[in-house]
């Protein structure tokens, strides 16, 4: 991201969230994301407006075209687990038993990671 960038944060559209500091970090990505920040880098989802680790369960969250909480080998959709206290997150095939695309399984780790962290920070 360019630190030059003077952008207005415009977190209206989150006027009637309660916890503002999501609110205003939902602000932020969605501004981030229009000058090229990666959605699926994004600790924020701006269609469930929730931190990712909230959402991250929710069908909407598979996408079988990248692998994101999709198993190929089944056309299944994984489960994640996240464990609020120990920040432990796991995303496993309820058919196989694996954890699906390693790389976009770490992507999601790592977003919900900052999420959470972000979140109880
Ligand atoms: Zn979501
Ligand atoms: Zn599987």
């Known amino acids: 991201m ?3 960038t003077q952008r207005v944060i ?3 559209r ?3 969230l309660r916890d503002r500091r999501l609110a205003a970090a939902l602000a932020a990505e969605d ?3 229009t000058d090229g920040l990666d959605p699926l880098e994004r600790m924020t989802c701006g269609l469930h407006r929730k931190w990712i680790h909230r959402c ?3 069908p909407m969250h598979v996408i079988p075209v990248t692998g994101h909480r999709w198993c ?3 056309s299944t959709a994984a489960d994640v687990m996240i464990d609020e206290l120990t920040g432990e997150i796991r995303v ?4 196989c038993r694996r954890t699906p695309n ?3 399984t770490k992507q999601i780790v790592r977003t919900c990671r900052a999420s959470l962290s972000a979140a109880s920070a």
């Not at 496993?92 to 058919?95: A, L, S």
Request: proline share 8%; charged share 30%; hydrophobic share 20%.
């Open 2 to 4: 360019s630190t030059t």
């Open 10 to 12: 415009d977190d209206r």
């Open 14 to 16: 989150y006027a009637d």
């Open 31 to 33: 501004a981030a994301e």
């Open 56 to 58: 991250v369960h929710s």
């Open 72 to 74: 190929r080998d089944c």
């Open 92 to 95: 496993t095939c309820p058919g």
């Open 102 to 104: 390693p790389r976009a």
